[in-house]
């Protein structure tokens, strides 16, 4: 059997060119719409993505002559063959859209869904991977290697996150908001950014911290502010930190460390927007421990949504083998990485996320 994946602008255009290159014969196995992006990712349109199958071999013409007639009866039919075989990947494909499916897979595919599982990828996330994989392995004619199948899967999460935003400080605002939990390493991780600014970037670096609640916390950040020669300004209420603001005002860059229940206070959200404008002023990293539950990781998103949060930062990389929470988080909150870190030491231990690097740590196949 031939199978091939076709796209167009609408379903007469596609039966078109199934006509042209399968022949009338060609059954469709399967459509759904897709996004193509346009120049320079504007003007997006719809298309229709068709999976179309033939077999090959010839059918056994509708008429024979007299005398085959009682040898016709006798043999199979082809045509019932064809269709069978189509029913079964109509069945495969529509079971895997509902998450089941499994004992359908193929052998590559079912290590690739164990593999998932086992990095605790979402069940629906899991499953629109295991979709697009099953297509692939369909229209390159039911055939593939672990590791090309390995490599689709990198491929895929790519696809996958390739439209959210990734990478490290804009430096297109003033303020860098970096919210988070206790315990994930919020202060630790502002340093190595302030220390990538610093260096890296030649930027003019000031701290405000309001986490007030940790005398180490302030300790620590205030340690951090005297190795790298910067100002840092402790803030116990609003008035504090206005006296901040406008005592930084030269300053290229001010990271803002704060304390995570300050956050859950609609209040004190509602006080500090009358001084800082959230969309136009400040950049704000979440950051979350890899070690954390996926689910933990949604309610600390729900508790911190009073606030506009441009990108996760992920701490904690080297304590786990398991990464499915992080591209779980972002598939089902829309929102990139800036991030990553993977030990204490300052300045180094942190590099900028991207999807290649996301992809290499849940697949294990090299970034290209």
């Not at 042209?20 to 993505?49: H, T």
């Not at 002559?65 to 045509?79: G, V």
């Not at 529509?94 to 069940?123: C, F, T, W």
């Amino acid at each position: 059997m031939k199978v091939k994946k076709f796209v167009a602008s609408s379903m007469p255009e596609a039966m078109k060119m199934i006509r042209a290159e399968l022949g009338n014969d060609a059954v469709i196995l399967n459509s759904k719409v897709v996004q193509k992006k346009g120049f320079l990712g504007l003007f997006s349109r719809k298309n229709i993505e068709v999976i179309a199958a033939v077999d090959p071999k010839p059918t056994t013409p509708p008429v024979q002559k007299m005398k085959e007639k009682r040898k016709e009866r006798t043999e199979p039919l082809r045509d019932e063959q064809l269709l069978k075989e189509i029913h079964e990947l109509k069945a495969t494909i529509r079971q895997l859209s509902q998450g089941g499916g499994v004992e359908h897979y193929p052998a590559p595919l079912k290590a690739i869904d164990a593999h998932l599982i086992d990095q605790e990828i979402s069940d629906d996330v899991r499953a629109t991977l295991m979709s697009a994989l099953l297509q692939r392995w369909y229209t390159s004619g039911a055939n593939g290697s672990d590791d090309e199948v390995k490599q689709w899967l990198y491929e895929e999460i790519v696809n996958t996150l390739s439209p959210l935003s990734f990478g490290g400080i804009s430096f297109q605002k003033k303020f860098v908001n970096v919210v988070g939990p206790t315990g994930v390493g919020k202060t630790t991780t502002l340093a190595k950014m302030a220390a990538d600014c610093v260096i890296k970037h030649r930027k003019k670096v000031a701290f405000i911290t309001t986490d007030t609640y940790r005398i180490a916390a302030i300790d620590q950040l205030k340690t951090y502010a005297k190795i790298l020669n910067v100002p840092i300004e402790v803030c116990y209420n609003l008035d504090d930190f206005r006296q901040a603001k406008e005592k930084l005002a030269s300053y290229d860059i001010v990271f803002i460390d704060t304390a995570g229940r300050n956050f859950r206070n609609v209040q004190y959200v509602n006080d500090l927007k009358e001084m800082i404008d959230f969309n136009e002023e400040m950049e704000t990293f979440l950051v979350l421990s890899l070690t954390a539950k996926w689910r933990d990781m949604k309610e600390i998103y729900t508790q911190f949504s009073l606030i506009p949060i441009h990108k996760f930062i992920f701490t904690k990389m080297d304590e786990t083998s398991r990464h499915g929470a992080m591209l779980n988080m972002m598939v089902q909150c829309g929102i990139g990485t800036a991030y990553m870190t993977h030990g204490q030491n300052v300045p180094d231990d942190i590099v900028e996320a991207t999807p290649q690097l996301v992809a290499n740590m849940i697949t294990g196949v090299e970034q290209q």
